[in-house]
């Protein structure tokens, strides 16, 4: 009987959920960063959870006194992750690809020529689980841009003064978030 009773205990449940997180910093924005991330999770094990990261934000290069070169860049990217079980803390591990995408409008030009480049992440996520259904997390996501991308080069042509000044720039960088997880 003594056997019997050692095995007993409550069970826990997983759930279907879904995580939503947004950003707080990325270490190559000049100042603010909106957007964040959103995640699909399931019980299965083995099988990836899916998600999407999309972030924006305005990078501005006077080129002269009455010319301004403003850089609207978009990083958005598909990524599977997993759930690793932790007895205290939730971890998720994952990665993604996805596009970098700079739009650039130069002071007096109303047309806004765009630049593409491919990119991919990697993030861990740490959270601490309250009760069965609710998980507050921080993530650490690296994204690397495949080059430097020259939001300049199309304006170049039209303004002169746009050559005299460095519009070149690497878009890799760190992007912090905090987030929920909500299973039902």
Known sequence: MLF?????????????????????????APDKVTGGTVGIIHP???????????IKFVNEVDVSSNVQLNSEVTLNSYNVFFNIPFPVVAVSLGAGIGE????????????????????????TRVGLPFWNFIEFHLG???IKVS???DA????????????????????????TTV???FAF
Request: a negative charge.
């Open 179 to 181: 987030g929920l997880q």
């Open 44 to 54: 299965i094990g083995f099988i990836p959870n899916f998600g999407y990261t999309q």
């Open 147 to 149: 080059s430097k991308i």
């Open 152 to 175: 300049g080069k199309s304006w170049s042509s039209i303004e002169s003064e746009v050559d005299s000044v460095d519009t070149e720039k690497d878009y890799t960088g760190t992007l």
């Open 140 to 142: 650490i996501h690296a």
């Open 4 to 28: 019997v009773g050692i095995g007993v205990g409550t069970a826990h449940a997983q759930f279907f959920g879904f995580s939503v997180d947004t950003a707080v910093d990325y270490t190559v």
């Open 100 to 123: 970098a995408k700079v739009e650039s409008s130069l002071t007096g030009y109303a047309n806004k020529p765009s630049v593409s480049k491919p990119l991919v992440e990697g993030f």
